[in-house]
């Protein structure tokens, strides 16, 4: 199977913590630490994207996401480091004062266009359009998808395993956790597990979709790549286990039980958890597993977003 081409924006590998908390330990990947501007697990699959956009000779990204999405101010800040500029479509309002990740969206010099739900969920179809009338412009442009999720973006969690297993036994992982929104980095993490025979289990604590479209999703881009890569490629869905309920308040918002969480597990690790995934990951992670296993050996892996905690400042004061 030949790997496609990848940059290497991401400051890799990041660091794995032993963490205790509440009197329970376990271990923390800081994806967190890729770095400042790219930071969090999305510029693992923008190392893979965007290596393609250049290839392509793209002058414009497109992308999608909230207003505070991680994706959308990882890719602007990624694609102006390599001369590229940024439509992104947000999901939500333009707000003024600016804060977290949309006003470095605007830093960077994105051309922010902002979407009611409905069109937002149209938004496939909108960025299609875009680059249409681009070209029509004879402008090249390159699409990235919600969360840089597709069967190039996913390659980025495929080689995560690599890195890990140069720096613990991966036969002492009873689980290995992390946020799922548009469900990348779940279907990369499944399918690498497949792929170098890893029998970890993996737990996507789900915090935008309700489950059966999440596991839709995953599907979908699991046999996305099993076309365009591996055809043979037999995926072990039961390695799969969505932990949702987590984030009944909606993807944007975050109620008071777990904005104290997050403020407690701060105080005790010196560790900050965004409110929109990691916290919300973090929550189900510790009610669903840690609570009650704390002799199994989990792996939790900081996807990053601390950025967004500035617009929700009021939740924390």
Known sequence: MKKPKSLH?????????????????????????????????????????????LEKKAKYVLTVGGEQSNHVRATVSAAASLGMKTIAYLWGKDRKPSQGNLLLDKIFGAELRFLSLKDFLKSKEILEQTKIELKKKRIASYIIPEGGTNSLG?????????????????????????ASGSGGTAAGLLIGATLYNIKTKIYAVNVLYNPEVLLDRIFAVVDDFANNYQPKLKVDFSKLTILDGFSDEGYK?????????????????????????????????????????????????????????????????
């Not at 996913?154 to 036969?171: A, D, H, R």
């Open 154 to 178: 996913i390659w980025g969690y495929v080689e995560f395993w690599n890195e890990l297993s140069n720096q613990i036994k991966l036969t002492n992982l009873d689980g290995v956790i992390c």
């Open 253 to 317: 918002n975050i109620e008071a039980e777990k904005s104290n969480f997050i403020k407690k597990f701060a105080n005790e690790t010196g560790i900050l958890l965004d409110p929109t995934y990691t916290g919300k990951a973090f929550f189900g992670f510790y009610q669903s597993l840690l609570k009650n296993n704390s002799k199994k050996n989990y792996l939790f892996i900081h996807t990053g977003g601390q950025f967004a905690l500035f617009s929700k400042s009021q939740k924390f004061s």
């Open 9 to 53: 924006l991401a400051n890799l590998p990041t660091p794995i913590q032993k963490v205790s908390f509440d009197k329970k330990t376990f271990l923390i990947k800081r994806d967190d630490f890729t770095g400042f501007e790219f930071s969090g697990n999305k510029i693992r699959k923008l190392n893979y994207l965007l290596a393609d956009a």
